[in-house]
């Protein structure tokens, strides 16, 4: 490791110990867990000893190119600032100022990636140095303080299925990463589709998240033993996340992934302040974490390709898809 990627470690880790409204996903230990500490590094804005604003990333080589990206099982990681004060336009000329200094910091690459939390709206000054921006969606239940209000908030559907599955099933927490796994997987051989980690990718995981006290994982078991869902919480001081899931195809019916999502998000107003679902596109996951009365928030993925190659890789790419 050179001295300087040493350096802007060090900082960056001792920012992530004292600040605590850095999330989870972008703490130093989740990006060790999940890449080693040789294969991520930070770009820093500073004012003498004080970090102002962060923008961690994974650096990837694939044979010529270099490739900024983010982890695997990582729902976002971008940009931490510290707020300003004052009058609304000192602190957006402040941020904007920000961020132009990250992109200045970030080092040569080939293509870059990286999905921002959704609190983060403004992508000026990415839009400027001629970055590219999608949008995509995730819904959170805001204020976790009153759980009687919150599964008033839920469909009726879905409180229907949640006093069913409470009959069918009942609802445990075990530190067994392999029995989760398991039944996680199901879900994705049902529809055909590969996983993009392994089971030793999610202990690496695991073992980091049990270490700093952030996570649980709930079951849903039958009086036959059958587990019929499965599903992974992990949390920092502002947020829980529903970062992974999984049910027996053949038990679906007994909607106890729904009773599993009260569950952690009951289990979460214990730890926390509010309750992300880390939203997805797919039109049947999407309405399923809708059911939960959750707000509908916007969140955005930024990329840049300087690589005239890729550039005309994608392009077929996208022309055959058409």
Not at 34 to 45: C, F, H, S
Request: include cysteine; glycine fraction near 4%.
């Amino acid at each position: 490791m050179n001295s300087q990627k040493r350096t802007d470690q060090e900082k960056y880790r001792g920012l992530c110990a004292s600040e605590s409204t850095i999330p989870i996903f972008a703490k130093d230990w989740w990006l060790d867990a999940l890449v080693g500490e040789d294969n991520w590094n930070v770009a820093l804005v500073e004012k003498g000893e004080e970090i102002l604003a962060s923008l961690p990333y994974v650096k990837k080589n694939r044979g010529i190119y270099t490739i900024l990206t983010m982890p695997k099982l990582t729902p976002f990681l971008g940009i931490w600032a510290r707020p300003a004060e004052g009058k609304y336009v000192t602190r957006l000329s402040h941020e904007m100022e920000l961020y132009e200094k990250l992109i200045e910091r970030l080092p040569t690459y080939d293509h870059f990636q990286t999905s921002l939390h959704h609190t983060i709206t403004n992508w000026l000054p990415f839009y400027w140095k001629e970055f590219r921006q999608k949008t995509n969606y995730t819904y959170v239940i805001e204020d976790l303080h009153d759980l009687d209000e919150v599964f008033d908030n839920f469909k009726s559907r879905c409180r229907r299925n949640i006093k069913k599955a409470e009959q069918i099933v009942h609802v445990y927490s075990e530190d067994d990463i392999e029995k989760f796994f398991h039944v996680n997987k199901k879900t994705f051989d049902r529809q055909g589709l590969e996983m993009s980690y392994d089971l030793s990718y999610l202990k690496k995981l695991d073992a980091a998240c049990e270490q700093h006290h952030c996570r649980k994982i709930f079951f849903a078991e039958d009086d036959q033993r059958r587990i019929h869902s499965v599903l992974y919480l992990v949390w920092d001081q502002q947020s829980a996340y529903y970062l992974m899931s999984g049910s027996d195809p053949e038990l679906r019916n007994s909607q106890a992934n729904s009773l599993l999502a009260w569950e952690a998000i009951k289990y979460s107003s214990n730890v926390t302040k509010s309750f992300d679902f880390e939203g997805s596109m797919i039109p049947g996951v999407e309405n399923f974490f809708r059911g939960f009365g959750a707000i509908q928030k916007p969140y955005l993925t930024i990329s840049k390709t300087n690589s005239f190659l890729i550039k005309v890789r994608n392009f077929i790419v996208d022309e055959l898809k058409r």
